[in-house]
């Protein structure tokens, strides 16, 4: 587009007594093309945002840089339409709030801010959103017919749009189906499962299409775009959709390590989940020899919360144990229970059915088994029992009944292994290493993405593919296929039921954002993606490799091949690429590159040292703008810019900056590692890991390794940020000048 | 202000905390119109006031930030802060909803330069604070208040202070005659996010809260370890404002109790240990004592616990406390129970004590509501045979930021669900 460019400045809120406005707008925009420039002592007020309407209307203005207060406020008041760039340069909470007024220092910062904004509003160009050439389908998949898998069919139908179900066995219900009775909202009785209904609603919806006996043999494409081979009792069929809802399940934990519970030692030691299926099946009986049960006793935590077993609780077991126990009183009222626990985890209302359960005269012991045995025909527990605090033996058990917890479908049984890198530590002889859960290689096969990331969901280190974000427990490392249910997590099937509501939601939402050439959160409704210069590109597998999200494909001759509709535009591609040939209209390695070169760099007599912070503007940024709305106080010598997340940093910023005289480089990102607050994941991190290569940068410029400095900044650490700044000014203060300064 | 056009197509969102926020989002974001209205002067609700989640330990503004800029950026969502439902009729499909606005008395030219704030001299309690401080009647509800605008408090509208910050306003922000205000929506579907509110303290009379200053609440805490808090994020004793060197947090306080609140709150253990680490980490020397009666740190949550055991300045101890009683002179409290793992009577003195209150929902509680199912505690049911208004989050279940916004979500589609069948 050809534009016509505006900067306003506003001088309210002290901008105006703390700036020479009129120098400002000379010094600061004198390097660009500007055809309006005006200052005003309220421009987010009606009459200001007027001004800058009329030049719009009058003069084509079609580029507008306001330099004012931050771009978190009065956002909607400067949104000038879709056909207009605005970009806002920080004034107020970076420069008249907390620097000394009509100062050079002060005066001089904000130059170098409004010549950024200049810089960047120029390089800026208006998104023209992706559309794929491939039609675009709306259709959730959904892979398993479990009650979280039926539950997101359903619902998606019930909005309105269609559901494609494949179930691997050769009837729908899962575990849901093999449940004799539920316990559920609200927690009063137990009640029927309602698989039954379920199943018939789910086949007598138009809007669902069932596969069952059928496997998903391949995903490829992204969300709008997905291709699903499907086998279907052996038959191949394709079908399309825009996004995936992974809802495997669960299997019980494997009873046989529980030998310690005489678990395959004594027929009459049973699991929960066979405990149910005889249930439903009929009659609760003695495996051993067919005869009426009267006392049976459940351990808890059979292999859960357990450093050797399940480390996690399962969540639903204590009251699996209790709804058993009732089925046990209905057989027989004159039976007899013994649930024997850690801790007895009923929350929420649910507290109500263990008081049910208390009531029916349940005997519950605080303790662990320490022997389960045998004798004269009938079973026996003995146990710590905290309470007493002493050691019981509860003898003539017909049938003692082991809760064991839930694994995740995905967790492999045993951990596939790779071919180690070759600096990696604890690789085996044969060069082979294993691999992580957070690895697309990880888990058991379920969607066989045709991802260059690998096949399957990165899952959490128990193997389950669940968020690691409290707000976004639907953020997803791999774009438009969301996990639901007890895969995930697990969970009661209240919460299942939710659970798949949500993830549907959240499927049908990215189809629809997709369509449209949107991004999906966190940069929700952003238009850009990252474009190739694929001439230049070297094949280093930089990008391919880092993506978070596994967007980028790979062709044989290792040429990138992004999938747009899985990018989430953190550019953390643009920050690994060597090259450089990675760009969004808004964003580009060469536009932060023009912006940090438009910062003027005095000579070194004048003693003023200049710093570049690059900046995360998920927490970073706003920490910084409640330092300033605090109206706290840092040296001017500092220029933040902007990042979408500090993995889209790229080095050669860096590079450029000291080759040209900029005394250090601090870089403000989230927290990474296990607690990593990230918002895309990786981010970082792998800027964190990008940065042990500048040391050959500093060395080839012969200059000290302190000039570059990680900083973690959380959104609430803005009490931290000046003096984050000052020990960094007195490291570069002790280190001296940039000796670059003026080439 | 209220010049918002809605449809029969249009969802309304009640409640602008993590959960209301979720929902306007999600379906929004989906393509729907929304409104969403909050009660308080700023959207965030209980989670802006907390310091931090557990287990993760990680702010949550940071959450909060990345939703309220998806909000700026999604032209499809209005909210409205100050804000109640007064109103409501119809059936799904077809609500009328009348939209209460409290004046605020300060107008969208506020530039939250503070001059206001400078100016004014009354003060009043901060409730963001629980009343554990004071702030100015013109005031900024927290730093990150969204909107970010001030608000004047109702007692200095016509005092001289008000006028004063009226003067003293160079953008005409202030108006002080600005009056109650209504409006009237038309939407094919509500979602209910009113929240919680912890459970009165004072009812549970043995524990003495309220006549006690060292007896705080869980909630309370928050603030307390917040650095915006009204300590500084310092651990200290209400009564005398001394360092804590031990303290004691007493879970299921009013809960699990039929005389109370019969259920569990589901999240209470997990901010018990998660505030026994703000105390570790300010104060290293405090010994930590937390009475439970049962554990709850649901599925992976589990690894918390195990973390926190390590700790050995913080001892678990089986005990329902029977009892607190203050020593006048020092101000400490004395707990007394029963040590249900060693049968002995206990009797332990502490600088402060921590009830870990449960969560009360806020229940639907408007004159001529269409009804909606509820449980005998209050919690919202989402009976499909009374479709189109949903609960979502605490209102439902007392339960984690997670499982609220994952259940918002699912709330989110009920809604689009509600409006496709029509």
């Not at chain 2, 909050?38 to 990680?58: D, I």
């Not at chain 2, 409501?88 to 330069?113: A, F, H, M, Q, W």
């Not at chain 2, 005092?159 to 910050?165: F, N, Q, R, S, Y």
Request: aromatic content about 8%; overall charge negative.
């Amino acid at each position: 587009m050809d534009k016509k460019t505006a900067v306003y400045i506003c001088t309210g809120c002290g901008i105006g007594d703390a700036l020479n406005v009129e120098q400002l707008l000379e010094e600061g925009t004198e390097e660009f093309t500007i055809d309006v420039s005006k200052d005003h002592p309220c421009l987010c007020g009606v009459e200001g945002v007027e001004v800058i309407k009329k030049d719009i209307a009058d003069e084509g203005i079609n580029t507008v840089i306001i330099g004012a207060c931050s771009y978190r406020v009065n956002y909607d008041v400067f949104n000038f339409g879709p056909d207009v760039i605005v970009e806002r340069v920080n004034l107020r909470e970076q420069v008249a709030w907390v620097m000394p007024p009509e100062d050079e220092n002060t005066q001089e910062l904000a130059e170098d801010n409004l010549r950024m904004g200049c810089s960047k509003a120029k390089d800026t160009q208006l998104p023209e959103p992706f559309k794929a050439e491939e039609e675009y389908s709306k259709d959730v998949l959904v892979v398993g017919g479990g009650i979280a898998g039926m539950t997101a069919a359903l619902e998606t139908a019930k909005a309105g749009y269609k559901a494609i179900l494949v179930e691997k066995e050769d009837k729908l219900g899962g575990f849901l189906g093999k449940m004799k009775q539920s316990v559920t909202m609200p927690y009063k009785e137990l009640a029927d499962t309602g698989a039954a209904e379920m199943i018939a609603a789910v086949e007598a919806e138009e809007k669902i299409k069932v596969y069952t006996s059928s496997t998903v043999e391949k995903i490829s494409g992204g969300p709008g775009i997905f291709s699903v081979d499907i086998k279907n009792n052996g038959n191949a069929v394709n079908e399309r959709a825009g996004a995936v809802v992974q809802a495997t399940g669960w299997v019980p934990y494997d009873a046989n390590k529980l030998d310690h519970l005489g678990y395959g030692k004594f027929k009459d030691v049973i699991t929960n989940v066979e405990m149910e299926e005889m249930a439903a099946a009929g009659k609760i009986t003695r495996p051993s020899d067919g005869s009426p049960v009267k006392n049976v006793l459940f351990i808890q935590c059979a292999g859960s919360r357990d450093p050797e077993h399940l480390p996690y609780c399962s969540s639903v077991c204590c009251l699996v144990s209790m709804k058993q126990a009732t089925y046990v009183k209905e057989q027989d009222p004159e039976a007899v229970n013994y649930v024997l626990y850690k801790d007895v985890r009923t929350v929420g209302q649910a507290e109500d059915f263990y008081r049910k359960a208390q009531q029916d005269g349940n005997i519950f012991i605080r303790g662990a088994a320490t022997e389960v045995g045998e004798a004269g025909g009938k079973l026996f527990v003995e146990a710590d029992d905290e309470l007493l605090g002493e050691n019981v033996k509860i003898e003539d058990l017909d049938l003692v009944v082991l809760a064991v917890g839930m694994v995740p479908a995905s967790k492999p049984a045993v951990t596939p292994r790779i071919k180690a890198p070759a600096d990696a530590e604890n690789a085996d002889e044969e060069g082979m290493i294993e691999v992580l859960p957070d690895s697309g290689f990880f888990a058991n096969s379920a969607l066989n993405l045709a991802y260059r990331q690998g096949p399957e969901l990165p899952t959490l280190k128990y193997g389950f593919p669940d968020s690691h974000f409290i707000c976004f427990p639907y953020e997803t490392r791999r774009t438009g296929i969301y996990s639901a249910g007890c895969v995930k997590r697990p969970m009661e099937t209240a919460k299942a039921l939710d659970d798949a509501a949500g993830a549907a939601m959240k499927a049908v939402q990215c189809s629809e954002l997709t369509a449209v050439g949107k991004a999906v959160h966190p940069r929700s409704g952003d238009m850009t993606y990252p474009e190739f210069n694929m001439n230049r590109c070297t094949q280093c597998k930089r990008c391919t490799e880092e993506c978070p999200f596994g967007a980028i494909n790979e062709d044989e001759k290792a040429n990138p091949l992004p999938n747009p509709t899985r990018c989430r535009r953190c550019g953390v591609c643009m920050g690994a690429c060597p090259e450089r040939i990675i760009s969004f209209k808004n964003y580009s390695v060469g536009m932060i590159g023009n912006m940090i070169k438009s910062v003027n760099v005095p000579e070194e007599d004048e003693e003023k040292p200049r710093v570049i912070c690059l900046i995360c503007e998920n927490d970073a940024l706003p920490a910084l703008d409640m330092a300033g709305i605090k109206r706290m106080k840092w040296s001017p010598y500092v220029r933040f810019v902007q990042m979408r997340c500090l993995g889209s940093m790229n080095l050669v910023w860096i590079a450029d900056s000291l080759s040209r005289g900029i005394d250090g480089i601090l870089l403000m990102g989230c927290r990474h590692g296990d607690d990593y607050q990230c918002h895309f994941v990786k981010g970082s991190e792998l800027a964190n890991t990008r940065l042990s290569k500048v040391s050959e940068t500093l060395d080839r410029l012969a200059l000290e390794s302190e000039r570059v400095k990680f900083v973690e900044v959380g959104i609430t650490d803005y009490e931290k940020i000046p003096k984050i700044i000052d020990d960094f000014m007195e490291t570069i203060e002790e280190v001296g000048p940039n000796p670059y300064k003026g080439w | 202000m209220a010049d918002v056009q809605t449809t029969n197509q249009s969802i309304l969102v009640v409640g602008g905390g993590m959960s209301g926020i979720t929902s306007a989002l999600e379906a929004a974001e989906a393509g729907y119109d929304v409104v969403l209205v909050e009660k308080n002067p700023y959207l965030g609700g209980r989670v802006a006031q907390l310091y931090q989640y557990f287990p993760k330990l990680c702010p949550p503004n940071c959450g909060l930030e990345i939703n309220f800029r998806r909000m700026r950026q999604n032209s499809k969502i209005r909210f409205f802060t100050m804000a109640e439902v007064a109103n409501i009729s119809g059936s799904e499909g077809n609500y009328n909803v009348t939209i209460k606005l409290s004046p605020r008395y300060v107008n969208d030219k506020c530039t939250c330069c503070g001059k206001c704030s400078d100016a004014c001299e009354a003060e009043i309690d901060n409730t963001f604070n629980f009343g554990m401080d004071k702030i100015k009647a013109a005031y900024l509800p927290h730093e990150f208040a969204f909107p970010m605008r001030y608000v004047i408090d109702p007692s200095i509208v016509e005092t001289e202070d008000g006028k004063k910050c009226q003067e003293v306003c160079e953008y005409g922000a202030i108006e002080l005659d600005m009056a109650e205000s209504t409006f009237d929506l038309n939407v094919g579907a509500v979602v209910w996010a009113a929240g919680w509110n912890p459970y009165e303290a004072e009812k549970i009379d043995y524990y003495g809260f309220g006549e006690y200053p060292n007896v705080i609440t869980n909630v309370m805490m928050e603030r307390m370890a917040s650095p915006n808090g009204p300590t500084q994020g310092k651990i200290l004793r209400p009564s005398d404002g001394k360092e804590v060197k031990n303290i004691a947090f007493i879970q299921c306080a009013g809960s699990r109790d039929e005389n109370h609140l019969p259920y569990c709150s589901g999240i209470c253990c997990l901010a018990s240990m998660k505030q026994a680490t703000y105390v570790r980490e300010r104060h290293p020397d405090c010994d930590i004592s937390i009475f439970f009666i049962d554990i709850r740190a649901l599925d992976r949550l589990e690894d918390f616990y195990t973390k926190v055991q390590e700790d050995e300045k913080i001892q678990f101890i089986k005990s329902k406390i029977a009892n607190i009683s203050e020593d006048e002179a020092t101000g400490n409290l004395l707990l007394e129970g029963e040590n249900t793992r060693t049968g002995e009577q206990l009797r332990m003195t502490f600088d402060m004590a921590v009830l870990a209150t449960g969560m009360v929902p806020n229940k639907i509680d408007i004159a001529g509501a269409p009804e909606v199912a509820a449980d005998e505690y209050g919690f919202v049911i989402n009976d499909p045979e009374k479709a189109g208004i949903y609960g979502a989050g605490c209102v439902r279940r007392p339960t984690d930021v997670a499982s609220s916004v994952a259940d918002a979500t699912s709330s989110a589609f009920k809604a689009i669900q509600s409006i496709a069948r029509r």
